[in-house]
């Protein structure tokens, strides 16, 4: 085992620009970090920039360095698609070959008439939204009438909006088992359903942090798996647990926003313990990349960049850092969905005089290749392991 402890920060959302692939997904040209870096004014990210961040491609603001002090590189997605799901399976190890199964015009009546008939509500939109939008259009009717919103996107996603006045919480996710049960069903399969509870009045409704997704679990073992069969520890913080379904975690945490996953990293990096830490930062994402919002998002950017030494400082001497993500979600982009793009690649350990070029990496899971190696796990079906590069 070369490091005890291996930190793993997805910045969700954060891709580096087109992959040759792009266009199929209609993602010509996306670049979500470099087109906030053109869009924002002032827009530095002063510790990234050292670890090589503007090594990896240019952008605005963050220019390349003499002597990173981390390695770097991007990686490409070889999976058939753009998910949250997709980018952090392939990243542990799996190849997501067929896409999962999307509803472009909603859901099939059957398993509407289903879910009301089990729920005991009735069921508005049944279709593509934008989470927010969906709100201002249906809020007021849901709270008149309790009838639930119901809608999907370009992922595969059965979401599940409710005020939490109208609806309480634990109605809410027992709802939103019902949904699950019923999309496990191969003629109805959905990937995630997700409880998206909101509060406010009529015009000025805010989502709540107590979203909470239900996964289906991974076609196939994971690294994490992995890691877990093998002893080690496998702490997943915010959205982490949902994404795997709760398989090969050890511990699971969950958080309010992204500073708050900062922080429970940093907790993490204060115990004693032997195996990974793993945080998503899903801000980035659901405020503003979905909201098409790059102001916000390069303020978010500059958020999270200005806690990086407060991460450095909190290493050992066997710890690696690994800073990426797990598709783009470009705020300059046509629609409100999610960019094929590569990620950013960084890692990062005590004792690097000058970070190598890592390349552009296959696929997301040469990461997970990497971990497993490190760990002495079994390597996952896909990926190459960078480890003798480290
Ligand atoms: O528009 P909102 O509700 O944020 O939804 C987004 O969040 C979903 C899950 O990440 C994505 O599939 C996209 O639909
Ligand atoms: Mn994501
Ligand atoms: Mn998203």
């Known amino acids: ?63 390349a360095v003499e002597v990173p002090a981390a390695h770097y590189g991007k990686m490409q997605e070889i999976s058939m698609g753009k998910d949250t799901t997709t980018g952090h399976w392939e990243i542990m190890g799996l190849h997501v070959a067929t896409p999962f199964r999307t509803y472009p015009d909603g859901f099939p009546a059957e398993l509407i008439a289903e879910f009301e ?65 019923l999309t496990l069903r191969d003629e109805f399969a959905v990937t995630r359903v997700i409880a998206r509870p909101f509060v406010g009045e009529p015009g000025n409704f805010t989502r709540t942090a107590n979203r909470h997704d239900y996964s289906v679990k991974p076609f196939e073992p994971t690294v994490m798996n992995r890691l877990q069969d093998a002893g080690l520890a496998s702490i997943a913080i915010g959205k982490i647990s949902d994404i795997y379904a709760e398989e090969g975690i050890t511990q699971s945490i969950r958080t309010k926003d992204n500073m708050d996953g900062v922080d429970q990293l940093i907790a993490t990096m204060k115990q004693s313990f032997t195996g990974l830490s793993f945080v998503n930062l899903v801000d980035f994402d659901a405020k503003f990349g979905h909201r098409r919002d790059p102001e916000g998002y390069g ?15 909190a290493m050992q001497e066997n710890d690696l850092l690994v800073i990426t993500a797990d598709h783009g979600n470009d705020p300059v982009h046509h629609g409100t969905d999610h960019t094929r793009e590569y990620v950013p690649l960084l890692v990062y350990h005590k004792g690097i005089s000058a970070g190598e070029n890592l390349g552009i990496r296959e696929t997301f899971a040469d990461l997970g290749a990497t971990i497993a190696d490190n760990f002495g796990v079994a390597a996952p079906r896909i990926g190459k392991s960078f480890l003798n590069h480290l």
């Open 299 to 313: 303020q978010a950017l500059m958020e999270f960049d200005a806690r990086i030494p407060e991460i450095l400082a």
């Open 1 to 63: 085992m070369r490091y005890s402890r291996v930190f793993l920060i997805v910045m969700d959302s954060v891709g580096i620009g087109e992959q040759p692939d792009s266009p199929k997904f209609r993602d010509e040209g996306a670049n979500t970090l470099g087109h906030i870096a053109e869009r924002v004014a002032g827009f530095s990210l002063p510790h990234l920039q050292k670890l090589g961040l503007g090594n990896i491609a240019p952008l605005k603001g963050v220019p």
């Open 117 to 181: 008939q089990r729920i005991g509500r009735k069921v508005l939109g049944n279709k593509v939204a934008s989470g927010t939008d969906i709100l201002d259009e249906l809020g007021e009717e849901h709270m008149k009438t309790g009838a639930v919103i119901v809608y999907t996107s370009a992922d595969s996603v059965f979401q599940v909006a409710a005020h939490e006045d109208i609806v309480p919480l634990e109605e809410l996710y027992r709802i939103c088992q019902v949904a699950r049960e």
